[in-house]
Nanobody
Framework: QVQLVESGGDLVQPGGFLRLSCAAS????????MTWYRQAPGKERELVAT????????TYADSVKGRFTIARDNAKNTVYLQMNGLKPDDTAVYYC????????WGQGTQVTVSS
């Protein structure tokens, strides 16, 4: 059974940081590119960051460049999103997605940036 389980979401003050994790199981994680998306209330789901299957290539949305870092550990079947310098506009539900022969989504984790 395929599972993507996100964790690490929380309430944090502006300027703070969080690290999200997405643990994968039930498929060959190491051959899938992984992405983080986010969706704020009343807005479209937005692509935040992508990492290639080997971790050698990463891309970011302009809105998070220089503040967020995506990384993966294929030995642990886990992808991470380090988020620094958080802003209220980063408030959203964050989802991980596996992209390859099939596409798999996690259930999301809530990030709230507020003072």
């Amino acid at each position: 059974q395929v599972q993507l389980v996100e964790s690490g979401g929380d309430l944090v003050q502006p300027g703070g940081f969080l690290r999200l994790s997405c643990a994968a199981s039930g498929f060959t994680f190491s051959i899938y590119a992984m992405t983080w998306y986010r969706q704020a209330p009343g807005k479209e789901r937005e692509l935040v960051a992508t990492i290639s299957s080997t971790g050698g290539r990463t891309t970011y949305a302009d809105s998070v460049k220089g503040r967020f870092t995506i990384a993966r550990d294929n030995a642990k079947n886990t992808v991470y999103l380090q988020m620094n310098g958080l802003k209220p506009d980063d408030t959203a539900v964050y989802y991980c997605r596996a992209m390859g022969r099939n596409n798999y989504w996690g259930q999301g984790t809530q990030v709230t940036v507020s003072s």
